[in-house]
Structure formats: C-alpha cells, structure tokens
C-alpha cells in the first residue's frame, strides 16, 4: 500500500503532513461566509462543567437551530468527545452547508480521527510482527506448544490489524469527503484559503488510497501557490503519487 511505504520510507513526507496540520490550524477558521470569529468565542465560552448539557437541551427545544448545533460541537470537542463533536458537526452543516469554517472544523477532527486510527494500526502491524517471528530453532519450545500458541496469538492479532485498517481507511475518506465539500465551498479566487484546502484535501486523498484526486489537488495547490516553501515536497509526493498510480 503506497501510503504505508511513502511513510516508511519517504521521512520527508512526515513534515508535509504536520506542516499541513499546524497550516489548517491556524487558518481553520477563515473562509467566505465563515464564522470563525464566532466559534472561536464560542470554543472559549464552552469550558464549563454545564456546556455540553446546556447545548444538548438546547438542541433537543430547537433542533434546527444551526447555532445551537456549533455550540453542541464545540462543547463536545472541548470534552475530547471527537465522534460526538464530528456527527454535531455535520448536523450543522446541512443547515449551513456553505459555512466554510464548518468545514474547516469538521476536517480537523476527521484528520485527527484518521491519524489516531494509523497508530492504532501500526501498533497492531507491530505486535503482528513480533508474533509472527521465527520461533522453531528450540526443539523443546515445539515440543511444549508454543509454536501453536503464537500462530494462534498471531491470527488473532492479524484480524484486529485489518480490522484496524479498514477503520482507517473508512475515517481517511470521510475526512476526504469533507475537504471535498469544503473545496466547492470557497472559491479559487480565495487563493491562499483555497490552496490550503487542495493541500488538506491531497493529504486525506492519498491517505484513503484516491491517488487520482490527491494529484489533482496537489496540482491545484502549485498552480495557486506556485512560491510555496512546500512546493519542493509536494513536487516529491507528487512523483511518489504518479508512480503508484501507475501515471
């Protein structure tokens, strides 16, 4: 799988998704139409211990009250609650579908969704390797079963590691799917906005195996930002992405 290999091999790859993650951060909350003013003020206004309740009853008197629904979200994120805070994320999104700062948050989350999910995934590969090693030299070890016991240990394990892949590759997407929203959002003539959104949307496209968009928005991210001090990197993913694609 080419996200696994540019990972393991590719180290440079690493600091274009981290400069990525940090970039969005700072710019999660600009955009056309956006609030990103409001929720930052509602995030900071959503500390207390009655946050999250006070937004829940809010949202069960009045359910299509989009403000109610960001609060709700902010209050869930500010509690960690990710799977929480992203459904009232996208509740709010479908009455206010064009509110890029929506978006904006939204990603964030399913990025950190989708990251947590690779760990979880590599710490299974890891294991998986472990108990998969060479464990036959000993005579006595065969003869006490231990070479049965770890073929039974390493099924197991293998079948969480693929479990854990496909939980991946399904929050990979969903990530994708809303950087794709976000994209027809915000127009191209929201340059740098729009350039960071192509560079996010890549990132979750490769990640979810979509080399075919992931190059098209890394394109899109060098025709808008042609100056970019990751033009150089994106030049390299970009080779790595066209290889795997077979392009």
Same mark, same amino acid.
Not at 14 to 32: H, K, P, Q, R, T
Not at 127 to 151: C, M, R
Not at 200 to 212: R, T, V
């Given at each position: 799988?080419?996200?696994?290999?540019?990972?393991?091999?590719?180290?440079?790859?690493?600091?274009?998704?981290? !400069?990525?993650?940090?970039?969005? !951060?700072? !710019?999660?909350?600009?955009?056309?139409?956006?609030?990103?003013?409001?929720?930052?003020?509602?995030?900071?206004?959503?500390?207390?211990?009655?946050?999250?309740?006070?937004?829940?009853?809010?949202?069960?008197?009045?359910?299509?009250?989009?403000?109610?629904?960001?609060?709700?979200?902010?209050?869930?994120?500010?509690?960690?609650?990710?799977?929480?805070?992203?459904?009232?994320?996208?509740?709010?999104?479908?009455?206010?579908?064009?509110?890029?700062?929506?978006?904006?948050?939204?990603?964030?989350?399913?990025?950190?969704?989708?990251?947590?999910?690779?760990?979880?995934?590599?710490?299974?590969?890891?294991?998986?390797?472990?108990?998969?090693?060479?464990?036959?030299?000993?005579?006595?070890?065969?003869?006490?079963?231990?070479?049965?016991?770890?073929?039974?240990?390493?099924?197991?394990?293998?079948?969480?590691?693929?479990?854990?892949?496909?939980?991946?590759?399904?929050?990979?997407?969903?990530?994708?799917?809303?950087?794709?929203?976000?994209?027809?959002?915000?127009?191209?003539?929201?340059?740098?906005?729009?350039?960071?959104?192509? !560079?996010?949307?890549?990132?979750?496209?490769?990640?979810?195996?979509?080399?075919?968009?992931?190059?098209?928005?890394?394109?899109?991210?060098?025709?808008?930002?042609?100056?970019?001090?990751?033009?150089?990197?994106?030049?390299?993913?970009?080779?790595?992405?066209?290889?795997?694609?077979?392009?």
């Amino acid at each position: 799988m080419f996200f696994m290999r540019l990972r393991r091999s590719a180290k440079w790859a690493f600091i274009v998704v981290v !400069f990525a993650f940090a970039f969005s !951060f700072l !710019f999660a909350g600009v955009g056309s139409g956006g609030s990103g003013g409001d929720i930052v003020q509602e995030i900071l206004g959503s500390r207390g211990s009655d946050a999250v309740k006070s937004a829940e009853k809010d949202v069960a008197k009045h359910p299509n009250n989009a403000s109610g629904w960001i609060r709700l979200a902010q209050a869930y994120d500010g509690k960690d609650r990710r799977g929480d805070a992203i459904n009232a994320y996208k509740k709010y999104l479908t009455l206010k579908p064009k509110d890029s700062s929506g978006f904006a948050q939204l990603g964030r989350l399913q990025e950190e969704v989708t990251t947590l999910r690779w760990y979880r995934y590599q710490k299974l590969q890891s294991e998986l390797a472990v108990a998969s090693g060479p464990t036959g030299s000993d005579p006595l070890q065969t003869l006490a079963g231990t070479d049965q016991l770890l073929s039974a240990y390493a099924s197991l394990v293998s079948t969480k590691a693929n479990s854990a892949y496909n939980s991946y590759i399904n929050a990979a997407k969903a990530w994708e799917g809303t950087y794709k929203r976000y994209a027809k959002a915000v127009p191209v003539s929201s340059t740098l906005q729009r350039a960071q959104i192509e !560079f996010q949307l890549a990132q979750a496209a490769s990640s979810a195996g979509d080399y075919a968009t992931a190059i098209k928005s890394y394109e899109t991210y060098l025709r808008l930002t042609p100056k970019s001090p990751l033009a150089a990197q994106v030049r390299k993913v970009l080779v790595e992405l066209r290889k795997a694609s077979g392009g």
